[in-house]
């Protein structure tokens, strides 16, 4: 637990950065003829003339159920106990008066069918369209899920690669809790005497091996797949006893994410269509000389926590709604523009087809790749067909966030 003195310093920085973004940013107006009073800002021009207003971006736009393509289809008995999942979630939340009658309503329902399912939905949730801020609903959906590892809980021959837990000296702080607009942002970095600077990226973390030492969790034997891991989010570990233990993300150093499937296609290495995970773990075994150097161009490192296995194969790791998320009825979304619990309408295809999947969907995790207004991660499962599954998606599709009365943004 850190002392209050670096809390302070802490808690001094976030506050100076959220000052700093305020000023400068263009979410809140100045008034007619004013200049933004900050020295970091570039100096500015009082117009001559007011300004036309610029008309207000609204992500969501109010739907009818029958404009939802395969609504009607959709086997949505499957979905159904992931949406209990999120109301046992949202019961403990600020916004669980709005969806209180539904949840309620919903456990009341003994086994419902289809149908039952598909009348209650309608009966008590509105439909909105996702919208870019182009005017486009179209956006990008891209699929992940949980990989399975080879690991020890003691250091040896195969097992070299560290899986680290959380280290003491990171610093993660709440950016919102000291100004409203910056909800959702959170700030890391680490104490350097009384100033607060970058944590130590990947390639630093790695060289640093020593310094971790009483943060590891467990040793995997494959570099690529510990590095396809923290880009998961979680996943599960076989020790050579047979049993199993699975990893859920805690943290990250707070830098940026950079693609080395991107970077490859950059150097001619892999053509795009070649730039998938299965080409990427290719080229990795390919080139074990290399490959340190690659993995070392993504700064970003991610921290795990251990997590107890409960349901056996069926049994979904733990999302950012603190439930477990359920195979192909999961989804990790933005929530700065969708909100985390509530059921999501998808329509996009099948990984790498034109095949049609649309199906009831529920808001159930977060992902620092997963950014904008009509952007989705889709959850296959775990082990390798799922792998498979999600390392070939890339598609376009559609969103409809479902939402009770009064939830939708004004």
């Not at 310093?9 to 940013?25: D, I, N, P």
């Not at 019961?91 to 329902?109: F, G, I, V």
């Not at 690529?224 to 996943?235: A, H, V």
């Not at 995790?365 to 890339?394: E, H, L, N, P």
């Amino acid at each position: 637990m850190l002392k209050s003195q670096p809390r302070r310093f802490a808690v001094l920085a976030a506050a100076l950065l959220a000052l700093l973004l305020t000023a400068c940013g263009t979410k809140r107006e100045a008034p007619q003829g004013d200049c933004p009073a900050c020295p970091a800002c570039q100096p500015c021009e009082p117009a001559a003339t007011p300004a036309t207003p610029t008309p207000r971006f609204k992500p969501l736009q109010p739907a009818r159920w029958s404009e939802l393509p395969g609504w009607t289809e959709d086997d949505l008995r499957a979905a159904w106990p992931a949406f209990l999942q999120s109301c046992r979630a949202l019961a403990k939340r600020p916004q669980w008066p709005l969806w209180r009658t539904a949840c309620e309503q919903a456990k009341a329902l003994p086994a419902p069918s289809t149908a039952a399912i598909r009348n209650f939905f309608e009966a008590r949730l509105q439909p909105w369209l996702l919208t870019n801020p182009d005017g486009n609903s179209q956006g990008m959906v891209t699929g992940y899920y949980e990989p399975l590892l080879r690991g020890s809980r003691t250091r040896g021959k195969p097992y070299l690669q560290a899986v680290l837990g959380v280290p003491p000296d990171l610093l993660s702080i709440d950016l919102g809790s000291v100004q409203p607009e910056l909800k959702n942002l959170r700030l890391r970095g680490r104490l350097q005497g009384n100033k607060v600077v970058p944590y130590f990226s990947r390639a630093e973390i790695n060289s640093r091996e020593q310094a971790y030492s009483d943060r590891v969790l467990l040793w995997v034997d494959d570099p690529i797949e510990l590095f396809f891991l923290q880009i998961q989010g979680s996943g599960r570990v076989k020790l050579p006893d047979g049993s199993m233990v699975r990893l859920a993300f805690a943290d990250q150093n707070g830098h940026p994410y950079q693609s080395i499937g991107k970077l490859l296609v950059e150097r001619g290495e892999l053509t795009l269509d070649q730039a998938s995970m299965q080409g990427i773990k290719e080229w990795a075994r390919a080139n074990p000389s290399r490959l340190t150097d690659l993995l070392n161009a993504n700064p970003r490192y991610v921290f795990f926590s251990e997590q107890a296995l409960k349901g056996g194969e069926g049994d979904g790791p733990s999302g950012a709604l603190a439930v477990p998320l359920t195979p192909e009825r999961s989804i990790a979304v933005d929530p700065a523009h969708v909100p985390l619990g509530a059921p999501v309408f998808l329509s996009t295809t099948q990984p790498a087809t034109t095949t049609p999947l649309r199906r009831l969907m529920l808001a159930q995790d977060t992902g620092s790749a997963i950014r904008g207004v009509v952007r989705a991660d889709f959850f296959w499962g775990f082990g390798a067909t799922a792998g498979t599954q999600a390392g070939r998606m890339k598609q376009q599709g559609q969103m409809w966030v479902l939402l009770p009365p009064g939830a939708a943004p004004e």
